[in-house]
């Protein structure tokens, strides 16, 4: 039976929704598709990174602040539902906050695969969208604990046996993992020495990153006219993100827009009859789907 488009992406943090893959939720969204975000946890370690909200009213609210902004940047993007997963932040590798017991990366395995198997039943998503395997430039414990749980859940959710009191079981076809744009990064970084602008991160990180293994790229989606999304739910993060941030805002935008054109994904698996490389996350499911 066709039904509509529906597309699961799976986020870490408040914010990682904004950074990662928002340009493709919108151009999905704009053609029909239903748009659903998970966010594992609300972002409670995160830094005031902005400091024009480094307030101490902010301060004292700052996981509430962090709900609203997550709330404007989805309604930007495009988002139609967000589900919150119910953990708290770990933050970064070797934190104390590791060790909270409400912490995600220290949630059971099951227990937060189950959470994502009733969102996934429920919404009935044709393709998801996850963090990679591979993310030795950025191990934060959420974002490694997101891979595994969004995997986990994949598996599960088609399986009668699986979480029986979950939903009725619906298996999702396509399994993408978010790609970090390498070849962008380059491409930034020497337009920025071209204008003589100082690029933000020094050159050993830089290389760190470039170096780092990636999954291969199989899937190239075309958002070029959608950065002013991205950039409009970046702000939206203001305790997050900084307005004056040279990394995401050090280039005008019509100099960075033609750097940046496409967000790249790894098909990870794959239940559909569609052969990378692809440039759509929907090819193999057209047919079954209609918008
Ligand atoms: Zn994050």
Not at 31 to 56: K, S
Not at 117 to 139: G, K, N
Not at 233 to 242: F, I, K, N
Request: charged share 20%; hydrophobic share 40%; aromatic share 8%.
């Amino acid at each position: 039976m066709a039904s509509g488009p529906v597309l699961l992406c799976v986020h870490a943090h408040p914010d990682d929704e904004a950074s990662k893959g928002a340009r493709t939720v919108a151009k999905y969204h704009a053609q029909g598709a239903r748009c659903v975000l998970v966010c594992c946890t609300g972002g409670e370690e995160g830094d005031i990174l902005n400091p024009a909200m480094d307030l101490p009213e902010i301060r004292g609210r700052l996981a509430q602040v962090r709900a609203e902004e997550l709330a404007q940047a989805a309604r930007v993007i495009g988002y139609d539902e967000v589900f919150m997963l119910g953990y708290r932040d770990s933050g970064m590798p070797g934190a104390p906050a590791n060790q909270h017991p409400q912490c995600f990366a220290q949630a059971p395995l099951a227990e937060a695969t189950g959470r994502l198997v009733a969102i996934v039943r429920s919404t009935r998503p044709q393709v998801m969208v996850v963090y990679p395997a591979l993310q030795s430039s950025y191990p934060h414990p959420d974002h490694l604990r997101a891979h595994e749980v969004g995997l986990a859940a994949f598996k599960a959710a088609g399986d009668p046996e699986a979480f029986p009191a979950a939903g009725e079981p619906w298996q999702p076809l396509k399994l993408y993992y978010t790609l970090w744009p390498k070849k962008r990064m380059a491409a930034m970084r020497e337009k920025f020495s071209e204008l003589g602008l100082e690029f933000p991160w020094s050159p050993e990180h830089f290389a760190q990153v470039l170096q780092a293994p990636q999954e291969e790229v199989t899937t190239q989606v075309d958002v070029s006219g959608w950065g002013h999304v991205r950039d409009e739910a970046l702000r939206a993060h203001a305790t997050q993100v900084d307005p004056a941030s040279p990394f995401w805002f050090g280039l005008p935008p019509e100099v960075a827009e033609p750097l940046d054109s496409v967000d790249e994904y790894h098909l990870a698996v794959n239940l559909t009859a569609s052969r990378p490389p692809e440039d759509d996350l929907f090819s193999g499911l057209r047919e079954r789907v209609t918008t």
